[in-house]
């Protein structure tokens, strides 16, 4: 067995303890500014990689971040780790029956928030893949359903924290958003799981037919059965077991189990740990104490080496290109106005509540960034589009806010009224 | 004074012949007698001479009377034909008996009392052991979540608790904090948490206060609690723990299908097991 020498095994603590420290401190920074942990956490990243220490003091940088060796690749596999907590975290956040309960507007402002921004990033890809850096043909389908997904996708906890803010979390609208933005979540990482799986199979891989097939098998299985299954044996495990210590011992292994099956069906991991989160966090058993530690756990060690692992993996000086920066962003922004937003419409809100959904689901935040370093890991993307779109996800991120307060008075949009608009009639002509 | 005097007006009685038939038509009596209600029978399926006196038989032993009361006889499929009764007959109240846990396939494909709590169109009560000698209400769960719906069913509940002298109503308001987590792991302090969560609270609570305020309870011992947990789910597990005999909760929004067993709505917790008795409100326009 291959093991970290002394002095790897120095080098890789010191790392993780500087990664560590790096982010919380310049992602409170951040903070101060009322800017998400997430942007400072990136910064720092940069700050730590080839954009700064790597240029100015290159010896620093080789000395920690080389990124090759054993070191690399014990830091590349606790990157993989974080990637796949992350999304058992994400899809722990979605809430089967809130989608159902919200109905017919939710559903229609989600369907529509979702075909209009892919079929608006397929055909770019498809057509103008030039305009985004990018020349290589060969992978013309996979790039072009991934920017797709790319504009489709939206970052739920951001849109959570947005509402909050605003004092419209549990408003009707607000409902309507977090919904819409849970079943989009759900459908991109299906997709964007399937482009991966396309890509194994250019690649010489597994059948994609079986691939699929694995796939929805193990989707439906895990969010009907499965889920089933889990919701009946966790009071088992909370008797039998040190609890919620046992929960997340559980949890997090049925979150790699499921990583693991997706990966051997060709897809990637995170698909696997995203539905186990579903599957799992759906259950009446796993109280808000019980949920906050895993978020706790995962969202403040797992999240941060993950996104300041982005800033050291890329120059984001270097391969910064304004061009590239602007033309995603517009697209992205255009395509979630327009889908959400007609979504919304079709569903019945008035046109200043459906621009606010549109500017709400724009909103693109840390799945963003995990899907397009994804993308880049598997060679889908290349560095210029990437920087695109991790400032494409934090400009949507910080403009969402602000952006809703203009659209919709919040102190018109308090609990109460939502409470009184319920009681009328007219107000729930879409339900 | 009660925003709601009397909820039930016409009160329907799905009558099989069963074993529990008796002690069904029992409850009934006990419910005319408690709400001053107009009584229908209905039995699905063919009429014979032998049901027919029995039910006769049965409505003069209870002292039911034939003529303020109605019997109605009809042959076709058994929920959809009771659902047009009811329409057609204004029917306030449905009143059913119940298993209080069914098989896993005919939970998801639906008994008949299950299969008419999705679809009727007014307000129904399940009757998990009806009792040849009712004991009646004594111990009821209430309802009270942040619904515009709450604070019809809240009123429902205090009237049939005045009508059966209950002994205590305890109201629970239902906080599902699951959404937090989703706020929280951003970059929230623990403070900052604790007084979002107390914004979220004051607004209900003060909501609550304000529909008692409008009721009058009688002797009865009103009790306030609030749980976290999954809506629907929480309400059932108290009202079991607390050996309730009737659980009051408002009415879906919506018709209830298959989907809303599979990825369960808050009111399916509570059908697929049965804590107890169950009343799901309805506002009908009957009952204004």
Redesign the interface.
């Known amino acids: 067995m291959i093991t970290l020498s002394h002095h790897e095994l120095i080098k890789f603590i010191v790392c993780i303890g500087a990664m560590l420290i790096a982010a919380r401190l310049v992602?409170e920074f951040f903070?101060k500014f009322k800017m998400?942990?997430i942007v400072g956490e990136l910064i720092a990243g940069i700050l730590l990689g080839p954009s700064f220490l790597g240029t100015y003091f290159p010896e620093i940088s080789k000395w920690f971040f080389n990124g090759t060796g054993n070191v690399g690749i014990a830091l590349n596999g606790l990157t993989s780790i974080s990637v796949i907590m992350l999304l058992f975290?994400a899809g722990?956040?979605v809430?089967?029956?809130l989608?159902?309960?919200q109905?017919a507007v939710a559903f229609k402002t989600s369907l529509v928030g979702l075909i209009i921004p892919l079929g608006l990033g397929y055909f770019f890809g498809r057509y103008f893949y030039e305009l985004f850096g990018e020349s290589n043909a060969n992978n013309i389908l996979p790039f072009s359903l991934f920017m797709g997904t790319a504009m489709a996708v939206s970052a739920?906890?951001?849109i959570?924290?947005t509402l909050?803010d605003l004092g419209l979390?549990?408003t009707r609208i607000g409902m309507i958003i977090?919904a819409a933005a849970m079943f989009d979540d759900l459908i991109g990482w299906l997709l964007f799981s399937v482009i991966l799986g396309l890509l194994n199979k250019s690649a010489g891989g597994v059948d994609f037919v079986y691939t699929l097939g694995l796939t929805l098998m193990y989707a439906v299985g895990m969010l009907?059965v499965g889920r089933f299954l889990i919701n009946k044996s966790l009071p088992w495990a909370e008797k039998n077991f040190t609890w919620p210590g046992g929960f997340l011992s559980i949890s997090l292994g049925l979150a790699f189990l499921g990583a693991a099956f997706t990966e051997y069906a060709g897809i990637h991991a995170i698909f696997g740990a995203f539905i186990m989160g579903i599957a799992i966090?759906?259950s009446?058993h796993?109280?808000?104490k019980t949920?906050?530690i895993v978020?706790?756990f995962v969202?403040?060690i797992f999240a941060p080496l993950f996104f300041i692992a982005v800033g050291l993996k890329v120059n984001f000086i270097v391969n910064f290109d304004i061009k590239i920066v602007l033309i995603v962003l517009i697209l992205a922004i255009v395509c979630k106005l327009v889908g959400a937003g007609l979504g919304a419409l079709w569903g019945g809100l008035s046109k200043k509540e459906a621009l606010a959904v549109g500017f709400g689901m724009n909103a693109r935040g840390a799945m963003e960034i995990i899907l397009a370093t994804l993308a880049l890991q598997a060679n889908l993307i290349g560095e210029h589009l990437f920087v695109a779109i991790v400032v494409m996800a934090v400009v949507t991120s910080v403009m969402a806010g602000p952006m809703l307060q203009l659209l919709l008075n919040p102190s018109v949009n308090?609990?109460?009224n939502a409470?009184i608009d319920?009681?009328n009639p007219a107000s729930q002509k879409s339900? | 004074m009660n925003l709601v005097e009397n909820p039930f007006k016409k009160i329907a009685i799905a009558v099989a012949f069963s074993p529990r038939c008796e002690a069904l038509l029992a409850e009934a009596k006990q419910l005319q007698v408690k709400l001053g209600s107009q009584l229908v029978f209905i039995h699905i399926g063919k009429k014979t001479i032998h049901q027919e006196q029995y039910l006769k038989h049965l409505i003069h032993r209870f002292g039911l009377d034939a003529n303020t009361n109605k019997i109605i006889w009809e042959e076709g499929e058994t929920v959809e034909t009771i659902l047009t009764i009811c329409q057609n007959e204004s029917i306030d109240l449905l009143v059913a008996g119940a298993l209080e846990k069914e098989n896993l396939l005919k939970y998801f494909l639906g008994g008949v009392a299950r299969k008419l709590s999705r679809k009727v169109k007014c307000s129904m009560l399940m009757l998990t052991e009806p009792n040849i000698h009712p004991t009646g209400f004594k111990h009821i769960v209430v309802e009270g979540s942040d619904h515009p719906k709450s604070e019809y069913t809240i009123a429902t509940a205090i009237a049939i608790g005045k009508a059966y002298q209950a002994a205590s109503l305890n109201i629970i308001q239902e906080t599902d904090l699951s959404k937090m987590a989703l706020i929280r792991h951003e970059e929230l302090k623990e403070a900052e948490v604790e007084a979002i969560k107390e914004e979220f609270v004051k607004e209900e609570d003060l909501k609550l206060e304000e529909i008692l305020k409008c009721n009058d309870c009688g002797g009865i011992t009103v009790c306030t609690e609030r749980i976290e947990g999954k809506p629907g789910y929480v309400i059932s597990k108290f009202a079991r723990e607390k050996q309730a005999d009737l659980l009051v909760l408002n009415s879906p929004d919506k018709q209830m299908n298959l989907i809303d067993r599979v990825f369960p709505h808050d009111i399916e917790f509570a059908l697929a097991d049965l804590p107890c008795n169950l009343l799901i409100v309805q506002e009908t326009q009957y009952t204004l």
Do not use: C, Y
Request: charged share 30%; net charge neutral.
């Open positions: 992602g903070r998400p942990l975290v722990m956040e809430e089967l029956s989608i159902r309960q109905g739920l906890p951001v959570a924290r909050m979390f549990r977090i009907t966090g759906d009446v796993v109280t808000e949920r906050d978020h706790q969202t403040n308090t609990l109460k409470f319920n009681n339900e």
